[in-house]
């Protein structure tokens, strides 16, 4: 079922939490709300759940106006942060209770409950924990628990709170990985909060990038990774250094002093070697080198004194052999150029 | 030899030598010691004191003062209409906890402490004022009287003055629990298509139910043992409206020691029994929610799901 979201205005006291936020989601896409804290993606995936009302505007479902519906009657399956499963009651008890709560003529009989709740089990691989209860299973278990429990009244959307906000690294990555193939597997229209861009950008079919209570960005993992519309949103995935500089003639210049544009440069792909090689470098004396993961990091100090963060692969770093305190020659291989306003000038890729 | 001494030591063995065992917190025997001595003092001592003075009467002679016909009046008055209004104030202390914690309005500081009034009140004021306002010409009195209901100097007026006292414990006791529960929790049954009705009773109730238990527990014990403020509007006619508390005050009034303990041990122990009967009751409601050790090994750490899925 898709999702229209339309000029959705929301404001806590004096705070505006969302401002007139338009988004579609197609029907059977896992779309991620992506943005650091106090952008407003809880609150927009709270409003389209009807856990939340907005001031202005209006959610659909498959264009039919569903704003002033509330949270019981809208059929969304909603996953929270913190689980938020319910203590008394075992797994199976818990994944079965949006079923047992019907009223009397559209409830399944105990048989089909227990076939639907089993069912569940066999999909979140926890068929035989049905009789725990939620205190005694792991974090990665809970939240699976609380996707069985959402999925199971057949929800026409599935909203996800941070769903592994409150997991450690690893069962993060297992999960999220766990996530994607459920959904392909069940097809059914998803939107998720995260603050972490990696998860989005893996997970999700389009990410949407959201900033003090607007979306900066829509569109595929690699459109906001590659043509990155704002400042914000190059900022925002991934590592980046900042320089000042302009743009002449296709080609950017480094500066020492403020000028009219900004330039972004990912650490990877920043060059560096022991001659100077041609138009744009600059000098940069190295601190600190991190050898351990996949890339080397460096961090170093450009010669006007602020710092630059430099990665670079195991091999290169071995061709050089570089050393703490050290200068070097530094090359941006490429860059995003943006005006100090933050609005896309030119992305300059050489 | 320097390689001496390692194999020698069983370690197993060694173990049970280790008496004490290291805590993070120190002081574990002058801590028990002092509650121990503190509680002996305070509750075992004169409790002993009680049965030792009972124990001058023979069994047979024991048991004719305590199922007296007017002691087991004073029983059924006592312990009923304490339970009556403990459940009273189970029901009313829930709903005035729910009110206090979810719902803001004006002079909700004034309301939430008007909670503890029973609490501060000497329960001989708290008395007179019931009896005052129940009583046939009183301002509520006159009125309930044109209904035909009597409140003061009846067995109604016992349970209104012991519902009064009991009134902050149910209250006291959710209402921090109820504060602690996330609003997730309604919000997860709301969207899993649970009315307000469902949401309350399978979810919110399971969850402030050992609680309330307590309070209720309190409430009832409170009221057991009330004295001052029952017998201001009890009128305290002997088979009627005298409360077993009045009757150990009588029994002494003649001088009647024996008399007096043996009905105050005997009020003791259906008050342990009920207390230990509600303790019970609370300790397997508790252990429904968080059975950790309850049922087989602790929660394991993550496996792997990928691990999981190719075995299927």
């Known amino acids: 079922m898709s999702i229209s979201v339309r000029g959705v205005s929301k404001k806590f006291g004096s705070f505006s939490a969302l401002d007139r936020i338009d988004l579609e989601i197609p029907a059977g896409e896992l779309v991620a709300l992506l943005g650091p804290s106090g952008s407003g993606k809880t609150t927009l995936l709270r409003i389209i759940a009807g856990l939340e009302f907005a001031d202005s505007g209006a959610v659909e479902f498959e264009g039919q106006d569903i704003s002033s519906r509330s949270a019981r009657d809208r059929r969304v399956g909603f996953v929270f942060q913190h689980f938020a499963l319910f203590r008394y009651m075992t797994v199976f008890e818990n994944i079965a209770f949006g079923l047992r709560v019907r009223p009397r003529r559209i409830r399944p009989s105990r048989e089909e409950i227990r076939a639907k709740v089993h069912e569940l089990l066999r999909l979140i691989q926890l068929e035989n924990q049905a009789q725990r209860y939620p205190s ?163 961090e170093a100090v450009t010669e006007w004194g602020a710092p630059v963060h430099i990665e670079m692969s195991q091999e290169r770093f071995g061709a050089l052999g570089l050393v703490p305190d050290e200068t070097v020659f530094v090359t941006p291989k490429e860059s995003a150029v943006f005006r100090a306003d933050s609005h896309p000038a030119a992305a300059d890729k050489s | 030899m320097a390689v001496y001494s390692t194999r020698f030591i069983d370690p197993v063995n060694l173990m049970p030598l280790v008496l004490k065992r290291r805590s993070v917190i120190p002081g574990f025997g002058l801590a028990f010691g002092f509650t121990v001595l503190y509680l002996s003092l305070l ?32 029983y059924r008055l006592s312990f009923g209409g304490s339970l009556v209004g403990a459940i009273a104030n189970l029901f009313f202390g829930v709903l005035a906890a729910w009110v206090l914690v979810r719902y803001d309005f004006p002079g909700k500081g004034i309301l939430d402490s008007l909670v503890d009034l029973p609490f501060a009140l000497p329960t001989a004021v708290a ?4 009896a005052t306002l129940y009583s046939p010409n009183g301002w509520l009195g006159r009125l309930l009287a044109t209904l035909g209901v009597h ?38 049954a709301a969207s899993l298509g649970a009315n307000r009705w469902q949401t309350f009773t399978r979810v919110l109730l399971p969850s ?105």
Do not use: C
């Not at chain 2, 067995?155 to 959710?174: C, E, S």
């Open chain 1, 136 to 298: 005694q299973l792991s974090g990665g278990q809970r939240q699976r628990v609380a996707l069985a429990r959402a999925l199971a009244v057949e929800p026409s959307v599935l909203l996800l709170d941070e769903p592994f906000g409150a997991l450690d690294a690893k069962v993060r990555l297992e999960l999220r990985r766990w996530l994607r193939d459920l959904h392909d597997k069940v097809q059914i229209t998803s939107v998720f909060v995260t603050h972490d861009q990696d998860e989005a950008l893996e997970v999700a079919d389009r990410v949407a990038v959201m900033n003090e209570g607007r979306i900066e960005q829509f569109g595929t993992p690699a459109d906001v990774y590659h043509s990155p519309a704002t400042s914000f949103v190059y900022n925002f995935l991934g590592n980046v250094n900042l320089f000042r500089g302009r743009v002449e003639n296709g080609a950017t210049f480094i500066h020492s002093s403020p000028t009219g544009s900004i330039i972004f440069v990912r650490p990877h792909f920043l060059d560096v070697s022991r001659q100077p090689n041609g138009s744009s470098h600059f000098r940069a004396v190295t601190k600190h080198i991190h050898t351990a993961g996949p890339l080397v990091k460096i």
């Open chain 2, 43 to 74: 509750v075992l001592i004169p409790l002993a004191a009680a049965f030792l003075k009972a124990s001058a009467l023979s069994w047979h002679e024991f048991w004719q003062l305590v199922l007296s016909p007017r002691a087991m009046a004073s």
């Open chain 2, 127 to 130: 008395g007179i004022s019931l």
């Open chain 2, 151 to 188: 409140i003061a100097y009846t067995r109604m007026g016992v349970i209104v003055a012991l519902t009064f006292i009991g009134l902050p414990f149910v209250v006291r006791t959710v209402q921090p629990v109820l504060q602690d529960l996330d609003r997730e929790f309604e919000e997860a």
């Open chain 2, 208 to 312: 402030i139910f050992p609680a309330a238990l307590t309070g209720f527990g309190l409430a009832f014990a409170r009221a057991v043992g009330e004295y001052g403020s029952v017998i201001f509007i009890a009128g305290n006619m002997p088979m009627r409206t005298e409360i077993t508390p009045l009757l150990i005050v009588i029994k002494l009034q003649e001088y009647d020691y024996s008399g007096a303990t043996a009905i105050a041990i005997f009020m003791l122990m259906i008050s342990f029994a009920m207390l230990l009967g509600i303790n019970l009751l609370q300790t397997w409601s508790g252990r429904q929610g968080r059975a950790e050790s309850a049922r087989g090994e602790p929660s394991r750490p993550f496996e792997s799901l990928y691990v999981a899925e190719g075995g299927q």
